[in-house]
């Protein structure tokens, strides 16, 4: 290093952005910021050289010393010119490389102790190798980049210099910043011809590859210009034979709209390739139909779209209590999952089954759902669905094929992330055709369903956005497999109380705007309502209830448009209710009116909710048979059998002759002989009509009872509790009799049914008879027997031991 570059001197320096200034480089330059015009007039002023340096960063607006780079070049500024705006153009010449060996501190701009850096050259005869390659290979940079004029070329060959000539070239190399950086750094002058070397063998890699490039582009656009061309003949041609008249291009617009729907990859993929297809397709073939309604099929449905909605739990509980009364269970099972929602993310939709008789809001209380959970609602009726193409679509392949039901609604619904109602999932059923209860298998599982594959669709499509509902009457039209995916939740049938305020806030008031009332027009009161659930309408719902209310006020617009006074206000009271619908369908009151021998009043669920059931015994001379009528099942007349042999244990200690039941034959008939009837919880009902008979004791009419009896004596635990305890509140039954272990389901009875009755639990079968058949005052319907005669008898030794 010569002694001249170790001097310093202090000159005022000046950031540039994306440019690097080099030696012997004349260069116009734009500033605009304040520290750098000061410095710029500084230099001008003192007839001094000004130190240009390139900033790191050009986004910085002020740099500091950090953010500049130390080495750089002085330049003499040759001319400067204010413009308008406040801006100064500076025409300068770069002179020589110089580095910052400190800055020192000025108020108006940069300034710095600099030091002079000279060129290194260790080896002259590669110094000339390295110069001549670099001519060639500039000359033929020059050559392919049109950019550079001829000018230059021609003032390289008087340039005999060679760092003069490598500073010179690397100007006018379209290089980035930090590359030119980079060289102006390099003080070895073999390395820096080198690294200028490299850099230029890569532009010029690049440069062919863009003219390659560039030349299969206007290759690709001269085709396209041509399936042009030819498309526009191809329409002229169709508008000539009466084909696509309105001039349209269908399959372009399919084509946009692909474009324009966020699609997932597969398929978009899948979408695309059918469009080509398409394309290759003669118009009028059969096959073109089938791709164009498939592409449809695909746009018309949401995957990606989703309804999004900010979850209030207090206004959904308020929503869902202004549409319905009562329904605590799946209002509670809603709220739950709505308030766990606006904790999570995503969180896989629940599916609930909503199971109970017709009528009491299953379906209604899933649009109150949706309304609540701000989210649009879709519903789909299975009832009678017995085809399992129906639920997953058919193939492609077939005439008229078309996708499933659930795709179907899906497209309707055009959102992701609808309330989806199944409709009726127990009134599905089977035949050659498949199964669709195992179709929906894969719908109805969480763990699949974010992948369910319709036939048609033949892509995998993700339901587990959906909040699915499911509906049913009875859970035994439901496969196991389907119950299992789903949350069970039992909607018991309404209570005369309930069904009043249900009137009075709902019904009343809708039939009054359907009817074209004012709400003043029709007063109903309270007896007038209760008349009608007791003697008009049997049912767990409000159905049939609404449909009579309707009756009502249809009697009375005719009667006032009969008598033409528009005006006239109406009173429904209990006693004018008779004079609007009739004889009464129904008698209010006890099952029966007095005590009989041989007639008990049973307790029996049914698909509608519960209802009283009257078992009837008589005995005849005979040989000992029993028979059995009413159109029962197996099990309810193995309860027969049970509720015989029960008695038969039990004829000593009742004062029987032990072989009593071989000189009669017993009849048990169960009334409404058209109606099937099934089940074990009448085995205790039987048993005691049975006892009432051959005793000739009277029954408590007042009291019901329900549970299935064992050979023991037993009373085993029932199911359908509440809407059995519904049902003996409604015949005005005053006590009933249960088993003792469906104590624990009184929780879920409603309390004021519970206050309305006497509910004795009872264990044993001893219990029931002593509860409900009636005796005389001081009489005992069990007798003691001796030990010996019970040891004597087989029957009674292998049961219960005498009390």
């Known amino acids: 290093m010569s002694e001249k570059s170790m001097q310093t001197s202090l000159y005022p320096v000046m950031s540039l952005r994306d440019i690097v200034v080099f030696p012997h480089m004349v260069a116009p330059l734009v500033v605009g910021r304040s520290k750098s015009i000061r410095a710029l007039e500084d230099a001008m002023e003192k007839r001094t050289e000004i130190l240009l340096v390139t900033q790191q960063d050009s986004t910085v607006d002020d740099p500091s010393e950090d953010e500049i780079y130390r080495v750089g070049t002085l330049a003499v500024v040759m001319q400067l010119l204010r413009l308008p705006d406040g801006t100064i153009k500076a025409l300068i010449e770069g002179k020589r490389k110089a580095e910052i060996v400190s800055f020192v501190p000025h108020s108006q701009f940069m300034q710095a102790e600099v030091r002079l850096v000279e060129d290194i050259t260790d080896n002259t005869q590669q110094v000339e190798v390295f110069v001549r390659r670099l001519r060639k290979q500039f000359a033929e940079f020059a050559d392919a980049h049109r950019k550079i004029p001829r000018e230059v070329l021609k003032s390289l060959d008087k340039i005999t210099e060679s760092g003069k000539l490598a500073d010179v070239i690397s100007a006018h190399l379209p290089l980035r910043s930090a590359e030119k950086q980079n060289i102006l750094e390099i003080v070895s002058l073999p390395k820096r011809i080198e690294k200028i070397l490299e850099f230029m063998h890569r532009e010029m890699e690049l440069a062919a590859l863009e003219k390659d490039i560039n030349t299969r582009t206007k290759k690709q656009m001269g085709k396209t210009q041509r399936n042009y061309f030819l498309g526009e003949k191809v329409k002229v041609i169709q508008n000539e034979m009466g084909q696509n008249e309105d001039g349209v291009d269908e399959i372009g617009e399919l084509e946009q709209a692909v474009k324009k729907k966020t699609l997932p990859k597969l398929v978009r ?285 249809r009697k009375i617009a005719r009667d006032r448009l009969k008598i033409n006074k528009k005006d006239k206000k109406y009173k429904v009271t209990a006693t004018s209710v008779l004079k609007f619908l009739g004889t009464p369908k129904f008698r209010y009151g006890l099952a029966e009116e007095r005590d009989e021998v041989g007639l008990v009043t049973g307790l029996a669920w049914t698909s509608v909710g519960g209802e009283l059931l009257q078992i009837e015994t008589t005995l005849m001379p005979g040989t000992g048979k029993m028979i059995v009528t009413g159109k029962l099942g197996d099990v309810m007349q193995e309860s027969a059998q049970a509720a015989l042999s029960y008695v038969r244990s039990r004829a000593m200690r009742l004062g029987l002759a032990s072989d009593f039941y071989q000189k009669l034959d017993i009849h048990i008939h169960v009334p409404e002989g058209a109606i099937p009837k099934d089940g074990p919880s009448a085995g205790i009902t039987m048993a005691t009509a049975l006892v009432s008979a051959i005793l000739k004791l009277p029954v408590n009419h007042e009291i019901a009872m329900t549970g299935e009896i064992t050979l023991r004596g037993r009373v085993l635990p029932i199911g359908g509790l509440t809407e059995k305890l519904l049902a003996a509140k409604r015949g005005h039954i005053k006590t009933v009799l249960i088993p003792k272990e469906n104590e624990r389901n009184l929780a879920d009875v409603p309390a004021n049914i519970r206050r309305s009755l006497t509910i004795h639990c009872l264990d044993n079968v001893d219990e029931v008879l002593e509860k409900a058949l009636v005796l005389k005052e001081g009489e005992e319907l069990f007798k003691e027997v001796s030990l010996e005669s019970v040891i004597g008898d087989i029957t009674v030794s292998s049961h219960n031991a005498p009390h």
């Open 269 to 553: 993929d899948k979408a695309v390739k059918e469009l080509k297809k398409l394309r290759n397709m003669p118009p009028m073939s059969a096959e073109t139909t089938v791709v164009r309604n498939y592409v449809d099929c695909i746009l018309d449905l949401p995957w990606t779209k989703k309804t999004r909605a900010k979850i209030n739990i207090v206004k959904a509980e308020k929503i869902l209590n202004e549409d319905h009364f009562g329904l605590e269970k799946p209002k509670e099972r809603i709220l739950e999952y709505l308030a766990v929602q606006a904790q999570v993310k995503k969180l896989q939709g629940p599916i609930i089954c909503l199971v109970g008789p017709p009528g009491v809001g299953k379906t209604s209380i899933s649009k109150s759902i949706a309304r609540a959970m701000g989210r649009k609602f879709t519903r789909l009726s299975l009832g009678g669905v017995r085809d399992e193409a129906e639920i997953r679509g058919h193939r492609r392949t077939y005439v008229g094929a078309m996708p499933g039901k659930i795709i179907q609604a899906m497209q309707k619904a055009g959102v992701a992330n609808p309330v989806f109602c199944l409709d009726e999932v127990d009134k599905m059923s089977t035949d050659f055709r498949g199964d669709p209860s195992s179709a929906l298998l894969e719908v109805l599982d969480p763990e699949q369903n974010n992948a369910f594959n319709d036939h048609y669709l033949d892509l995998d499509y993700d339901l587990s956005d959906i909040f699915f509902i499911t509906t049913a009457n009875n859970l035994e039209g439901i496969p196991l497999p389907l119950q299992d995916r789903m949350e069970i939740i039992r909607l018991n049938g309404y209570t005369e109380e309930e069904k009043q305020q249900i009137a009075e806030g709902f019904l009343i008031p809708k039939q009054l705007k359907v009817n074209g009332f004012k709400e003043d027009d029709i007063t109903l009161t309270r007896g007038g309502i209760l008349e009608i659930v007791r003697c008009y309408t049997r049912e767990a719902g409000v159905r049939n209830f609404e449909r009579t209310i309707a009756s009502v006020f």
